[in-house]
């Protein structure tokens, strides 16, 4: 049986070749994001911002009443909702943001959700509450602080991971590159405006720890061929190591990615956008791993002798006395 | 790499079924085909409030109402252990300002006495303080809580409300409530099933705190309305249900009771009027204590007053010595059963704020779960042929170490308890996509060497070899990345790091070492020459 070969053996791209074009345009990706990020902002879930997001079905209608539903709630008088189908037609998430100047009351957010529902059923009364999330402005402000500080954790701790199993250099060089899958994430989520929550820090977690893969398939190659080739120039081994890697890296994102479009399109409407970032999260990985992480040794200075044992101080006494003893004998 | 002596074998298979069959209950029962109660008593996945449905209240009571609560408390204490000091200890200027009890002694000399008189209040179990005592002009005496002395009433003011938490859901007939402490001031309150968490929220967002007063009969009644008390008097609003709405009492601070010393409460109804109330049972020191009020105050009138809140004021028309009291007050038939819970399981020490609310209902749940099935079969078997397809020989190893994978992973979670959540089933298809990564990096190396000419058993074994440091390498950075998700997650997310946690320990296992026993026998029965990878 001839078995299936996605990526040809002997592949000799001269991926390293177009190293600047790539880092200048990965920094701008990564600077527009920011720049998104802080003027756009994200669109927080209730999670994040406070506030109450509720999910009904309408039993008896085939597509549910959104813009009656938005004038309803609307006239509650905190602000305009976010209410959008969910699923089927006549399925609906409502979202009430917390308003400013409740913000640090405990209760408010609570006080403010029995009273969306109430209003909605007592309007409806083929209205079934599916879900109702409701958190006050303390708790949101927690999970916004909890978050941004996993986020930093698993970077750091990752890369000083690399660090130690490799050398300084790689460490840097995954820093960089989970950096630059964190921000074009965020950059996504910023500019589409997709709903940001607490899932959605689950799925950059897990971006982290997958897109950290292919780095770790490559920079182990190249670790391996350092002490292989040691007269080969870093930018011919780099590419030699991307191009010897190239077949388990598209192989490993292809696994992945085909047990995740089935979730991505026909699995439960709550699981969207975890699993939404996690695919656009796997794509920006695989790329920062060819691309970023490793040209960024050789601006960094990683040398063959990066993995060859440094002759210390000890040794160098140890045979220098060596030879003392020769010349005596 | 490839020797694998018989014991070793048992020992890998062994594990392997003994933790696969620990999947089968949950698989059946996810099924529904089986439901008995020996069946229940096995060890099975609990599905996550977002799957099963349910409610989560995330429950806050602040520091700054334990505080007050507890500055009440020692006002009460000084004046009572000044009052029965031998001889009594005059003090006035009694003042609670800026969270310090503080008063002057009417004698400077009693100063002694009443440092000794308050060591006990201020003493604190261990060895610092409870409060800070301070003397000021040499006669007045100021009480400051110490931080120590704080958190220790917070401490137990959570204790407790958390076990009246408990004693009211269960009285509310609710199966299997989670209720944990988070925190300092904070409690978890987890009911699967109950979808609407309105009646519970009720319940638990008032302290049920139960008061009998004197009413102040010598107010001015155009003074009580416009909220000014007599000396000696508070002021409290009638309850918005009571049938004197919108008006006050004023009523005499002290000589009254508290009704925490209730041994029952049950909802009835008046014999002569037919209105909803709710019966009390004092135990044996309440009883004393009400027989004493009602006899000493005979028509006189008392407020019954709830949470600060006047529900009526009857007369006291004669000696109730019986150690039970009927309470009116505009109930509803429900309201009355409500308060009757309340009462019954003792006030909450400290109200408590609902500061995070989830509640999901059973058929959305469902409905996910569902999904999330048909979504990662088809997932695993595009990943199945991809693998078999790629790899051949190789790629069916792959294949049957990944279904061993996911039911020793379904197996682990079942034994060690662990909650199946809606981000744990993507957790379930990440680790579907991911697990085959290993072999994936094994397969690919095997081909390398085999290409650049080692011979079939070499090829196999640096194949394993080669390929193991990555993928501990990765496989660890994972459980990094996981470790913090769990640390930082909570409910649902957290149910999504337990997934994928103990999924790359089952990885490590099946991807590694089962595929490596497999190709071994093969390649030690076969002898083959050539290998299709």
């Given at each position: 049986?001839?078995?299936?070969?996605?990526?040809?053996?002997?592949?000799?791209?001269?991926?390293?070749?177009?190293?600047?074009?790539?880092?200048?345009?990965?920094?701008?990706?990564?600077?527009?994001?920011?720049?998104?990020?802080?003027?756009?902002?994200?669109?927080?879930?209730?999670?994040?911002?406070?506030?109450?997001?509720?999910?009904?079905?309408?039993?008896?209608?085939?597509?549910?009443?959104?813009?009656?539903?938005?004038?309803?709630?609307?006239?509650?008088?905190?602000?305009?909702?976010?209410?959008?189908?969910?699923?089927?037609?006549?399925?609906?998430?409502?979202?009430?943001?917390?308003?400013?100047?409740?913000?640090?009351?405990?209760?408010?957010?609570?006080?403010?959700?029995?009273?969306?529902?109430?209003?909605?059923?007592?309007?409806?009364?083929?209205?079934?509450?599916?879900?109702?999330?409701?958190?006050?402005?303390?708790?949101?402000g927690?999970?916004?602080?909890?978050?941004?500080?996993?986020?930093?954790?698993?970077?750091?701790?990752?890369?000083?991971?690399?660090?130690?199993?490799?050398?300084?250099?790689?460490?840097v060089?995954?820093?960089?590159?989970?950096?630059?899958?964190?921000?074009?994430?965020?950059?996504?989520?910023?500019?589409?405006?997709?709903?940001?929550?607490?899932q959605?820090?689950?799925?950059?977690?897990?971006?982290?720890?997958?897109?950290?893969?292919d780095?770790?398939?490559?920079?182990?190659?190249?670790?391996?061929?350092?002490?292989?080739?040691?007269?080969?120039?870093?930018?011919?081994?780099?590419?030699?190591?991307?191009?010897?890697?190239?077949?388990?890296t598209?192989?490993?994102?292809?696994?992945?990615?085909?047990?995740l479009?089935?979730?991505?399109?026909?699995?439960?409407?709550?699981?969207?956008?975890?699993?939404?970032?996690?695919?656009?999260?796997?794509?920006?990985?695989?790329?920062?791993?060819?691309?970023?992480?490793?040209?960024?040794?050789?601006?960094?200075?990683?040398?063959?002798?990066?993995?060859?044992?440094?002759?210390?101080?000890?040794?160098?006494?140890?045979?220098?006395?060596?030879?003392?003893?020769?010349?005596q004998? | 790499?490839?020797?694998?002596?018989?014991?070793?074998?048992?020992?890998?298979?062994?594990?392997?079924?003994?933790?696969?069959?620990?999947?089968?209950?949950?698989?059946?029962?996810?099924?529904?085909?089986?439901?008995?109660?020996?069946f229940?008593?096995?060890?099975?996945?609990?599905l996550?409030?977002?799957?099963?449905?349910?409610?989560?209240?995330?429950?806050?009571?602040?520091?700054?109402?334990?505080?007050?609560?507890?500055?009440?408390?020692?006002?009460?204490?000084?004046?009572?252990?000044?009052?029965n000091a031998?001889?009594?200890?005059?003090?006035?200027?009694?003042?609670?300002?800026?969270?310090?009890?503080?008063?002057?002694?009417d004698?400077?000399?009693?100063?002694?006495?009443?440092?000794?008189?308050?060591?006990?209040?201020?003493?604190?179990?261990?060895?610092?303080?409870?409060?800070?005592?301070?003397?000021?002009?040499?006669?007045?005496?100021?009480?400051?809580?110490t931080?120590?002395?704080?958190?220790?009433?917070?401490?137990?003011?959570?204790?407790?409300?958390?076990?009246?938490?408990?004693?009211?859901?269960?009285?509310?007939?609710?199966?299997?409530?989670?209720?944990?402490?988070?925190?300092?001031?904070?409690?978890?309150?987890?009911?699967?099933?109950?979808?609407?968490?309105?009646?519970?929220?009720?319940?638990?967002?008032?302290?049920?705190?139960?008061?009998?007063?004197?009413?102040?009969?010598?107010?001015?009644?155009?003074?009580?309305?416009?909220g000014?008390?007599?000396?000696?008097?508070?002021?409290?609003?009638?309850?918005?249900?009571?049938?004197?709405?919108?008006?006050?009492?004023?009523?005499?601070?002290?000589?009254?009771?508290?009704?925490?010393?209730?041994?029952?409460?049950?909802?009835?109804?008046?014999?002569?009027?037919?209105?909803p109330?709710?019966?009390?049972?004092?135990?044996?020191?309440g009883?004393?204590?009400?027989?004493?009020?009602?006899?000493?105050?005979?028509?006189?009138?008392?407020?019954?007053?709830?949470?600060?809140?006047?529900?009526?004021?009857?007369?006291?028309?004669?000696?109730?010595?019986?150690?039970s009291?009927?309470?009116?007050?505009?109930?509803?038939?429900?309201?009355?059963?409500?308060?009757?819970?309340?009462?019954?399981?003792?006030?909450?020490?400290?109200?408590?704020?609902?500061?995070?609310e989830?509640?999901?209902?059973?058929?959305?749940?469902?409905?996910?779960?569902?999904?999330?099935?048909?979504?990662?079969?088809?997932?695993?078997?595009?990943?199945?042929?991809?693998?078999?397809?790629?790899?051949?020989?190789?790629?069916?190893?792959?294949?049957?170490?990944?279904?061993?994978?996911?039911?020793?992973?379904?197996?682990?979670?079942?034994?060690?308890?662990?909650?199946?959540?809606?981000?744990?089933?993507?957790?379930?298809?990440?680790?579907?996509?991911?697990?085959?990564?290993?072999?994936?990096l094994?397969?690919?190396?095997?081909?390398?060497?085999?290409?650049?000419?080692?011979?079939?058993?070499?090829?196999?074994?640096?194949?394993?070899?080669?390929?193991s440091?990555?993928i501990?390498?990765?496989?660890?950075?994972?459980?990094?990345?996981?470790?913090?998700?769990?640390?930082?997650?909570?409910?649902?997310?957290?149910?999504?790091?337990?997934?994928?946690?103990?999924?790359?320990?089952?990885?490590?296992?099946?991807?590694?070492?089962?595929?490596?026993?497999?190709?071994?026998?093969?390649?030690?029965?076969?002898?083959?020459?050539?290998?299709?990878?």
């Amino acid at each position: 049986m001839k078995l299936l070969k996605l990526v040809p053996a002997d592949t000799n791209i001269k991926f390293l070749k177009l190293r600047l074009p790539f880092f200048v345009l990965s920094m701008v990706l990564v600077a527009a994001s920011w720049g998104l990020v802080l003027t756009q902002g994200l669109n927080y879930g209730v999670d994040f911002a406070g506030g109450q997001e509720v999910r009904l079905t309408f039993e008896e209608r085939d597509k549910a009443p959104i813009a009656e539903l938005r004038e309803l709630v609307g006239g509650l008088g905190y602000g305009s909702p976010v209410v959008q189908t969910f699923g089927e037609y006549n399925q609906v998430s409502i979202r009430v943001p917390l308003p400013a100047e409740v913000e640090e009351t405990p209760g408010a957010a609570t006080e403010i959700g029995n009273e969306v529902i109430a209003t909605i059923t007592g309007e409806y009364s083929d209205a079934r509450t599916d879900g109702n999330d409701t958190v006050s402005g303390k708790v949101a402000g927690e999970f916004r602080q909890a978050a941004l500080l996993a986020l930093i954790a698993a970077m750091v701790a990752v890369a000083l991971y690399i660090w130690v199993r490799f050398e300084w250099q790689f460490g840097v060089g995954a820093l960089f590159a989970l950096f630059h899958d964190v921000s074009l994430t965020l950059g996504l989520f910023s500019l589409f405006q997709l709903e940001f929550s607490l899932q959605i820090i689950a799925a950059i977690l897990s971006i982290i720890g997958y897109s950290l893969n292919d780095t770790i398939v490559i920079f182990d190659r190249i670790r391996e061929n350092l002490k292989k080739f040691r007269k080969m120039p870093l930018p011919e081994l780099l590419d030699l190591s991307v191009n010897e890697t190239l077949a388990r890296t598209v192989m490993t994102s292809l696994t992945l990615l085909v047990a995740l479009l089935p979730l991505l399109f026909y699995g439960p409407e709550s699981l969207f956008g975890l699993v939404a970032a996690i695919t656009a999260g796997l794509f920006i990985g695989t790329y920062s791993s060819v691309y970023l992480a490793s040209p960024i040794l050789i601006w960094l200075g990683v040398t063959s002798d990066s993995f060859v044992p440094q002759e210390t101080d000890v040794d160098r006494q140890e045979k220098a006395a060596r030879a003392a003893s020769r010349g005596q004998v | 790499m490839l020797d694998f002596p018989l014991w070793k074998k048992i020992s890998l298979w062994s594990i392997t079924l003994l933790l696969a069959v620990l999947a089968v209950p949950s698989l059946i029962g996810a099924g529904g085909l089986i439901s008995s109660d020996a069946f229940e008593e096995l060890p099975q996945v609990n599905l996550g409030l977002d799957l099963a449905g349910g409610s989560h209240l995330l429950l806050e009571a602040s520091e700054e109402d334990v505080a007050a609560q507890r500055l009440e408390n020692i006002e009460e204490a000084v004046r009572l252990a000044m009052r029965n000091a031998e001889p009594r200890i005059r003090i006035g200027d009694i003042s609670t300002a800026d969270d310090k009890l503080s008063f002057i002694l009417d004698n400077p000399g009693d100063i002694d006495r009443a440092r000794e008189e308050l060591q006990p209040l201020i003493a604190g179990q261990g060895i610092t303080n409870e409060w800070d005592l301070e003397v000021i002009d040499t006669q007045r005496i100021v009480l400051t809580p110490t931080s120590a002395g704080l958190s220790t009433a917070i401490n137990t003011a959570m204790e407790a409300a958390a076990e009246v938490v408990r004693t009211r859901i269960d009285k509310l007939g609710t199966r299997e409530p989670t209720i944990i402490r988070q925190g300092t001031n904070r409690i978890v309150v987890q009911v699967p099933g109950l979808e609407d968490p309105e009646a519970l929220k009720e319940l638990l967002g008032e302290t049920a705190i139960l008061e009998f007063k004197l009413v102040d009969k010598d107010a001015l009644l155009t003074n009580v309305q416009a909220g000014i008390a007599p000396p000696g008097s508070q002021i409290f609003p009638y309850a918005e249900e009571s049938d004197r709405a919108g008006g006050f009492e004023a009523v005499k601070r002290l000589g009254g009771i508290r009704g925490d010393n209730l041994t029952d409460a049950r909802p009835g109804n008046d014999p002569q009027t037919n209105e909803p109330v709710v019966t009390i049972t004092f135990d044996s020191q309440g009883a004393t204590k009400f027989a004493k009020l009602s006899t000493e105050n005979v028509r006189e009138r008392f407020a019954i007053i709830l949470d600060g809140e006047v529900l009526s004021a009857p007369v006291f028309n004669e000696p109730i010595l019986g150690g039970s009291a009927q309470i009116s007050g505009g109930f509803t038939a429900e309201s009355a059963a409500k308060l009757a819970i309340q009462l019954s399981s003792g006030a909450l020490p400290v109200p408590l704020t609902v500061v995070e609310e989830r509640s999901v209902g059973a058929e959305l749940g469902a409905d996910s779960i569902r999904k999330g099935m048909i979504a990662m079969l088809i997932g695993s078997i595009a990943v199945i042929t991809l693998m078999m397809a790629t790899y051949g020989r190789f790629g069916i190893y792959a294949t049957v170490a990944l279904a061993f994978n996911v039911l020793i992973l379904l197996g682990l979670m079942a034994g060690l308890n662990a909650t199946l959540t809606l981000p744990g089933i993507a957790g379930f298809v990440l680790t579907v996509g991911a697990a085959v990564d290993a072999n994936v990096l094994i397969n690919e190396r095997i081909r390398e060497e085999r290409k650049r000419g080692r011979k079939v058993i070499a090829a196999v074994e640096t194949g394993y070899k080669e390929a193991s440091r990555a993928i501990w390498d990765a496989n660890i950075t994972n459980f990094i990345a996981g470790a913090l998700l769990f640390w930082f997650g909570s409910g649902p997310i957290r149910g999504f790091a337990i997934v994928l946690v103990i999924g790359l320990a089952t990885t490590i296992f099946t991807a590694l070492m089962l595929t490596r026993m497999w190709a071994a026998g093969w390649l030690r029965k076969g002898r083959p020459a050539d290998i299709n990878i």
